[in-house]
């Protein structure tokens, strides 16, 4: 049904369209009507024309008055110029009675309708009986009341018949008008709105960014635009499912929206990702910086509050990234701005999350570098600018006892890229994957040119958790094996502690499927992550590689020295091979033959080198 309020806003608009009409009409009518009767001595019918005209053109000028209050004095227009010409013309005028009725349905509705027709009814029976309207009916004029009741009948049913089709047809145009209004807005809140929150979407804030800009850059006030980021937001997905996910995206936006309030707009840009416009925070940047960093920091906290889903807690961290409009005068790209933002909130995110950055111009030119290493990345890949270099790793008789591939990135123009800068690009971009691939075939081309030579030293390659975690990883490492015709023996596969704390089952059962192919598995830079000891019985490992920050000070730090022995004792119970990083003095290497069967990797004996340059030394060596 169609609601009351848009029914009467539905009526104002029609009557506000009709009465100019109305004007137009009654002056083009009005005017000769009055000299034509001024000329025939019918002083009355001018002076009617002459009121019906003042009294319609006050009421189209008074429209400041009630709806109501002004449609019935225009309804006593049409009655007094109906009931005017019904006394001087006769039953002829009858039709200018129908006016009244029709006019009330459409204007005020049903029941205003059926009281102005009866009231046309009553006033046809009472003029007529009293002979004030000639209303004569063939056979009976001798009977002026039942002329008349027979006329007001007649008046009734034509009049009733043509009001009520009025009516309808007026509350089926407003419906239609209605329903095309709601389907309008229904596409418009699809268009604009975001259907899971209710917030401005994408397109949307776009558009509100881009006033905000318009007005910086022409009134000189800025504005700041706040990216808003929910950390780990992907664990509660995989944990709970996405109803929950959902729920907690919702609360995130009402909690967003009370603390912004009527300052700032307040959009989803879609995942786990809003965004919050500020405007008018003055000319001076560094108030208005204040005030940007200071509703940071609010939200921040308001979200780190618990949300209870389902009679659970969760508590959703935040990463916030803050970018003020420039200057007045300045030209500033939306699309930038928005950038500067999401930047910052990276930039956030890397010092540990749950944090608020402010944008500053070297995050930009960092970023930049990092986009274009990783093209370039990519580019060496296909190119062939990429090599892997070996490190020895010696026993406690300084003899080999295998080596660890390290990759090098050497650019044609002879300039060199260290693993620490473009390492982290390709895991971050997902450059990793074929990295590792390519990382893992060389290092089968490598153990045959040193078995060859009569050196089939075991190789390490390390694994990234991205790679590890692909789901044809495992496949992909046996057609590898079966293409090169490695022993898988003499591979040994290297993973972070990192790689141990998401998903351990998963970790644990795709580490029991490389063993069964025969690769072995070790923990690299062991004791720096997630050291539960816990983990070391579930899993086939091979190895335990001892971080050189450890080896560094060992054995003048006591601290240090008590962790290497702790690792040499406990690897010596549960039968695991250890590697120590880092040996790069005498001292280090002596205190590690005294105290376990650790076999070592360092400067002291070997820098990563080429396969050509290590065959070399093997040769001078044996």
């Known amino acids: 049904m169609l609601p009351t309020d848009d029914i009467a806003r539905w009526r104002v608009r029609v009557f506000s369209t009709l009465l100019p009409i109305v004007l137009v009409l009654g002056t083009s009518a009005a005017l000769p009507s009055i000299a034509l009767a001024l000329r025939q001595g019918l002083w009355q ?32 227009v049409l009655f007094m110029v109906a009931i005017g010409l019904l006394l001087a013309v006769g039953p002829v ?10 006019m009330a349905v459409i204007l005020l509705g049903n029941r205003p309708g059926i009281l102005t027709l009866a009231l046309g009814a009553v006033c046809i029976v009472a003029f007529g009986v009293n002979g004030y309207a000639r209303l004569y009916v063939p056979g009976l004029e001798t009977d002026p009341l039942l002329s008349s009741v027979v006329v007001a009948i007649n ?47 994408r397109r949307l804030l776009m558009d509100r960014l881009a006033e905000l800009a318009e007005g910086a850059r022409r009134n000189g006030v800025l504005g700041a635009l706040l990216y808003v980021d929910l950390d780990n937001f992907k664990s509660v997905n995989d944990a709970r499912g996405h109803a929950v996910g959902d729920q907690l995206l919702r609360q995130a936006a009402e909690r967003l929206a009370a603390v912004a309030g009527a300052r700032a707009c307040v959009a989803r840009l879609g995942g786990d990702e809003f965004v919050v416009l500020l405007d008018d925070l003055g000319a001076q940047a560094g108030a208005a910086t204040t005030r940007a960093l200071a509703l940071a920091e609010e939200i921040r906290g308001a979200l780190c509050e618990k949300m209870i889903i389902e009679g659970q807690r969760y508590y959703a961290t935040t990463s916030i990234g803050v970018a003020l409009t420039a ?27 749950n944090g608020v950055a402010l944008f500053e111009a070297g995050m930009l ?30 026993d406690g008789a300084r003899r080999p006892s295998g080596a660890e591939l390290l990759m090098r990135w050497r650019r044609k123009d002879g300039s060199s890229v260290p693993p620490d800068q473009f390492i982290p690009v390709a895991e971050s971009s997902g450059l990793i994957v074929p990295l590792g691939e390519w990382a893992l075939r060389e290092t089968c081309l490598a153990w045959h040119a040193l078995a060859r030579a009569g050196h089939p030293l075991p190789l390490s390659v390390n694994v990234s958790p991205m790679q590890f975690r692909q789901p044809d990883f495992v496949a992909r490492v046996e057609s590898i094996l079966k293409d090169t015709g490695v022993p898988p023996g003499q591979l040994v596969f290297e993973v972070t502690e990192g790689l141990l704390v998401d998903r351990l089952d998963q970790t644990i059962g795709r580490m029991h499927e490389l063993a069964a192919l025969g690769v072995r598995i070790s923990v690299d830079d062991f004791g720096t992550g997630y050291s ?45 091979r250890v590697v120590a990083e880092g040996v790069e003095t005498e001292v280090q290497a002596g205190y590690l033959a005294r105290h376990g069967n650790a076999s070592m990797q360092g400067f002291l004996f070997n820098r990563p080198m080429p396969l050509e340059a290590l065959l070399e030394h093997l040769r001078r060596s044996s």
């Open 45 to 76: 019918i001018a002076l009617m024309d002459a009121v019906a005209l003042a009294w319609i053109f006050a009421i189209w000028r008074l429209d400041r008055l009630p709806h109501t209050f002004r449609v019935l004095n225009f309804l006593a």
């Open 93 to 102: 005028s009858l039709n200018y009675l129908m006016a009244p009725p029709i």
């Open 155 to 201: 008046f009734s049913c034509v009049g009733g018949l043509v009001t009520f089709a009025a009516g309808t047809l007026f509350k089926g145009l407003a419906r239609s008008a209605q329903e095309a209004r709601t389907a309008a807005d229904a596409v418009n809140r699809l268009a604009f709105y975001d259907v899971l929150t209710g917030l401005p979407n």
């Open 327 to 353: 200057a007045a005068g300045a030209p500033l790209a939306v699309h930038d701005l928005l950038r500067e933002a999401d930047t910052a909130m990276y930039h956030a995110k890397a010092r540990g999350r």
């Open 365 to 394: 030119r960092d970023a930049e570098r990092r986009l274009t290493l990783e093209r370039d990345l990519g580019l060496a890949l296909e190119h062939g600018e990429l090599s892997l270099h070996l490190q020895l790793q010696v």
């Open 532 to 576: 539960s000891l816990a983990y070391l019985t579930r899993m086939p490992l091979y190895e335990l590689k001892i971080d050189k920050s450890f080896i560094r000070d060992t054995p003048h730090d006591k601290d240090g020295t008590a962790i290497v022995q702790s690792i040499l004792s406990m690897a010596g119970h549960l039968g695991l």
